[in-house]
């Protein structure tokens, strides 16, 4: 708006700097990383189910492969 006003003219990276550096363009409910923390693993048989999908073109006819 204050471009098309002939206020003042920046660019979007000095805007999006300024805007980093005041802290306002932080997410507000971020919820924390669970990278590297590892998979649970399941504690009884059967509680963790895994299924893998693909689609095979043979003879321009799709074929489903699930392996479970």
Request: no cysteine.
């Amino acid at each position: 708006m204050m471009l098309d006003a002939n206020i003042v003219a920046v660019s979007p990276p000095s805007v999006y700097r300024v805007l980093v550096n005041a802290g306002v363009m932080r997410e507000w409910n971020r919820k924390p990383s669970k990278k590297g923390t590892g998979v649970v693993q399941p504690l009884k048989p059967h509680e963790h189910w895994h299924i893998d999908v693909s689609y095979l073109k043979l003879v321009a006819r799709f074929i489903i492969s699930a392996l479970f």
